[in-house]
């Protein structure tokens, strides 16, 4: 992409920091390197497609104390151990006119409501999720697991554990080795002097990406890495199953460097919305 003239309104900026939700455009993720955004700021974000009745509120999510075997289980039915200690972070969450915490169908309280933005006391900030779908190859070989992690925990847990955003992503990376994922999941973390971006593809597998500074990248519903070189160790952290999985089992596809091809590897066939909004949001940012 050309690099045209520099990027935000103070509007857009004002979407990035807190999830904004949009019926019209569904679930879609951008990105703004410094060197394109028109103060020298990087920004990241998501709008939301789950209501426009459902209400944001901010709140601060205090550092936390747990005893030894204290254990966390949230709504989909994922259940960690706690850390002898937590960091203090915000989030946003539906507010409580809306629904105080998720219940199921009786009306019974399941866990706490979802926590989807938020940056924490070191200065490490979330973005969670873009929903996405892996192909049926994937599917076959490595499943989604019950009971795996899911979007309702990722903004909770990581920035109640990680000083900086690699520390973030290698311990959501983590927790995907040992449990397994219950989505598939895009999502952003960033402080300071980075930001990375993270695909959740399968059951067990994922990669992450550092985030260069001279890009802008718009993400509706959909994978969209290509050729990634996973023994680059300073800019990708990547499951150890990623190119092996898909090699055993026959579907792995490379692009012209021999390194895998994370979309047409893992990805299912984009949909005619999430392409409609791709085109619009890179035709919105660079017409040319």
Request: hydrophobic fraction near 30%.
């Amino acid at each position: 992409m050309k690099k045209g003239k520099k990027i935000l309104s103070a509007a857009l900026a004002t979407m990035l920091v807190f999830s904004a939700t949009s019926t019209s455009l569904a679930c879609t993720g951008l990105y703004v390197g410094e060197e394109q955004s028109e103060n020298g700021s990087t920004y990241y974000g998501r709008s939301e497609d789950l209501s426009d009745n459902s209400t944001k509120i901010l709140g601060i999510s205090e550092e936390k104390e747990y005893k030894e075997g204290t254990t966390y289980t949230d709504a989909d039915g994922f259940s960690t151990e706690m850390p002898d200690k937590t960091y203090r972070y915000t989030y946003v969450r539906d507010s409580k006119e809306f629904t105080d915490q998720p219940v199921d169908q009786d009306g019974n309280v399941v866990g706490q409501a979802y926590g989807e933005v938020g940056v924490n006391e070191h200065g490490v900030g979330m973005t969670a999720t873009v929903s996405t779908y892996y192909n049926d190859y994937a599917k076959l070989v490595d499943p989604l697991k019950d009971g795996g992690l899911t979007e309702v925990s990722l903004e909770s847990l990581t920035l109640g554990n990680a000083k900086t955003a690699r520390e973030g992503i290698e311990f959501v990376a983590k927790i995907l080795d040992k449990y397994g994922a219950g989505e598939n999941n895009s999502l952003m973390i960033g402080d300071q002097n980075e930001v990375w971006h993270m695909d959740i593809l399968s059951g067990h597998q994922y990669v992450a990406v550092r985030m260069p500074k001279d890009k802008v990248v718009v993400q509706p519903n959909m994978f969209q890495m290509r050729g990634i070189d996973i023994n680059d160790k300073e800019n990708v952290i990547a499951s150890k199953g990623l190119v092996s999985l898909p090699e055993e089992y026959g579907f792995i596809k490379r692009d012209e460097n021999g390194n895998i091809d994370i979309t047409r590897t893992y990805a299912r066939e984009v949909s005619k919305g999430s392409a409609s909004r791709y085109w619009q949001g890179l035709n919105y940012i660079n017409p040319e």
